[in-house]
């Protein structure tokens, strides 16, 4: 293992030839110290003239201040109200399971933490970005913002920094910089430079304008792209302002359009269309979503995959890093291409198949649930985050509708079990606030609101949900349906402590097959009832045999959710009856899968058992045991509620606090603990698997 220090945080990795902005980053240097001022410092610009690369490399230079992280915070996907405080938490990578407010949840989570926080694209959210900030600089004094946005938050002690287009000897360096990746052989002679600097000139010392400008070297010779800018494009450039409405926001439009419009204008019509349409995506996107979304009308699904190519090439359409098969737009582009979508009078429909391609996506992801394919569903879930809220935002315009109710529903479900709480409980409340005809898609609402409840440690809360989603299953007359539903009335007994009761109600439940959707996960977790309930109750032989029952059913249709939890319970029952082997193996295991459906909370239950193997086992290591207390501290403060609050485990975890303490003595323990606390959350996961 690599002895050099992860330090945590989520910033995309430096693309490189970074240009110019010295002054700048000198600047922001001294105001985002952590022994500097504590108040927000926004840049401030027009579109595509680089606030984001500059946060982002102001951002990476400060981070080694902040042992809690730097994290960036995209705002530009964003659609409803309400939205931020969600978007910093998940960005933060926190399970949170608590159901108050989000804004409070975070101020307590950051209370005492020493991290900086970049919110980008901020023009759209300024009142709520400014109260969040406000809420998290007075009660964090090691917490320091930094925003992106075209208009400044206007709120008491903001620092700003206008960035400016770049001057001329930066903007030509950025363009010679960007055509030697287009064309390997360029050189910046006399004559090119004297061209280049025409163009840069033309372009405003826009960087994004620029950049397009080289990525057109691809098709064109540096000489005929200066004749066409020179010739055509500079005395269309009035043509090109934005003529809109006030509501449209005439002077930031305009601005915009100068900087790329010259782009679109060099577009094929279809490409046109295409950038457009594209414009809908609130986050990446695959070919295959650009062919259902995109296609119609003049622009037929076989074509597409050709046209996303060319705007590739053109840098209109960026590809994703690490998935050749994934594409993205930048913000300003994408804005641009909105404009257009309106004025074709496309949008209202546009979105509509957007919204229905993703409810498609939802749909089958949760009839494939309980299949070995779920692990990539899950994967496929944070891939299309962005445009799968987007899509719930979409329906919920109409929350009474069955195109809300399905939405919303399998989404719901999906969020849950991906670790995405409070996005479900957001959307199901929303819909569930009117009333539905009786039917499946009504069913799958009421389970998945039930079960956040259940998974959030609320059993009070899960319990109207639940008696509901009963009463429907049986008028229904769905078995699978009425045995998933057991969960959902049997978690709030187990969370309470009532053991006895649980396993009562099971004894008494018929045999129902399992099924593959949704229901037959919701089967799997019901059944888990029972070996927990043997767990909380010290029956460790049954813990055995109704384990490993219910293990081997999850392992012969490849689910992984609950086969987690249920490896879990099997190396509890092992520590507790000596068999310390076993029980690292089964731990190790459930980590193992925990991590993968990016269940947070699994992680922490799963390195505390580890922590226990340790302790237990002959020849056990006492220092490596104190650093999973401290990687273990970590995972849970992501989760919000220790222990989820459990008598039981938080004596459990004390106890072992205080044997570790007297086997190695305070000096060690903190020592070899700070560390643990130290890791960021991937690497403390690599240490306990390792």
């Known amino acids: 293992m690599s002895s050099e220090k992860t330090l945590p945080g989520n910033l995309p990795p430096d693309p490189g030839g970074f240009v110019g902005r010295q002054h700048e980053l000198g600047w922001l240097a001294e105001k985002l110290a952590p022994s500097g001022e504590r108040r927000p410092v926004t840049l ?51 399970a949170d399971r608590t159901a108050g407010p ?20 901020c023009e759209h959210l300024l009142a709520e970005c400014a109260a969040l900030i406000a809420d998290l600089l007075a009660v964090a004094p090691g917490v320091r913002v930094l925003v992106t946005s075209r208009e400044p938050l206007d709120m008491p002690g903001e620092r700003t920094l206008e960035v400016a287009p770049l001057r001329k000897p930066d903007a030509t360096a950025l363009f010679a910089q960007r055509a030697v990746t287009v064309t390997p052989g360029f050189v910046l002679d006399a004559t090119a430079r004297r061209q280049v600097g025409d163009l840069c000139r033309i372009l405003d010392g826009i960087p994004l304008a620029i950049e397009l400008a080289a990525a057109r070297l691809s098709s064109h010779s540096l000489d005929q792209l200066h004749a066409l800018l020179g010739d055509r494009l500079r005395s269309r450039f009035d043509v090109l302002a934005w003529e809109g409405t006030a509501e449209q926001g005439a002077p930031r439009h305009g601005t915009l359009r100068t900087a790329i419009g010259w782009s679109h204008e060099l577009c094929a019509p279809l490409e046109r269309l295409l950038w457009a349409r594209l414009s809908v995506f609130a986050g990446s996107f695959t070919r295959r979503a650009a062919e259902w979304v995109c296609a119609g009308g003049p622009l037929p699904a076989d074509q597409i995959e050709n046209l996303l190519l060319r705007l590739t090439r053109q840098s209109v359409v960026l590809r994703h890093p690490a998935d050749s098969d994934r594409f993205r737009l930048l913000d300003t582009v994408r804005e641009y291409g909105a404009d257009w979508l309106r004025e074709l009078g496309e949008g209202k429909a546009v979105r509509r198949r957007h919204r229905d391609h993703y409810r498609r996506f939802a749909r089958e992801a949760c009839s494939d649930w309980n299949t070995g394919r779920q692990v990539a569903w899950c994967e496929r879930v944070f891939a299309e985050q962005a445009d799968l809220r987007a899509a719930v935002d979409c329906a919920l315009e109409d929350p009474g509708s069955r195109v809300a109710l399905e939405t919303a529903g399998s989404i719901g479900f999906l969020w849950r079990h991906c670790g995405m709480l409070r996005d479900a409980q957001l959307a199901l409340d929303r819909v569930l606030a009117v009333e539905h005809e009786p039917g499946e898609g009504l069913l799958l609402a009421l389970w998945s609101r039930a079960a956040v409840a259940v998974t959030q440690g609320h059993p009070e809360a899960a319990v109207p949900w639940a008696e509901r989603c009963m009463a429907l299953a049986r008028e229904l007359g769905d078995p699978a349906a009425i045995d998933a539903t057991g969960y959902v009335t049997l978690g709030p ?42 767990l909380m109750s010290g029956a ?100 919000g509620k220790e222990q989820f609050s459990l008598p039981g485990r938080v004596a459990a975890r004390e106890a072992r606090e205080r044997l570790l303490r007297d086997r190695l003595g305070d000096q060690a323990y903190e020592e070899a603990y700070a560390r643990g606390m130290a890791m960021a959350y991937d690497e403390g996961v690599d240490y306990a698997l390792s």
């Not at 989000?102 to 694209?121: G, I, S």
Request: hydrophobic share 50%; proline share 3%.
């Open 44 to 94: 401030v610009g027009v579109g595509g003239v680089g606030k984001t690369r500059l946060a982002l490399r102001a951002a990476e230079r400060a981070g080694a201040a902040y042992p809690d992280g730097v994290w960036l915070v995209e705002l530009s996907p964003l659609r409803a109200e309400g939205q931020v405080p969600l978007a910093v938490m998940e960005a933060l990578r926190l």
């Open 540 to 639: 460790y032989a049954e813990v055995d045999e109704s384990a490993a029952e219910l293990r081997a059913l999850c392992a012969g249709s490849g689910e992984l959710w609950t086969g987690a939890f249920v490896d879990a319970f099997i190396a509890d029952a092992d520590l507790a009856q000596g068999r310390t082997v076993a029980a690292l193996d089964h731990a190790r295991a459930a980590l193992a899968g925990h991590r993968l459906m990016h269940n947070t909370a699994g992680v922490a239950f799963g390195i505390d058992a580890l922590v226990a193997a340790e302790i237990g086992g002959e020849g056990g290591d006492g220092r490596r045991a104190a650093r999973l207390l401290g990687i273990s501290r970590r995972a849970w403060e992501r989760v």
């Open 102 to 121: 989000v804004a409070q949840a975070l101020c307590a989570w950051v209370r005492d933490k020493r991290l900086l926080l970049v919110l980008d694209t």
């Open 493 to 534: 007994l187990v969370l309470t402590g009532r053991t006895a009761a649980t396993i009562k109600a099971l004894s008494d439940l018929p045999f129902v097959p399992v099924v593959s959707d949704w229901r037959g996960s919701g089967q799997l977790q019901m059944r888990a009832m029972r070996p927990l309930a043997h």
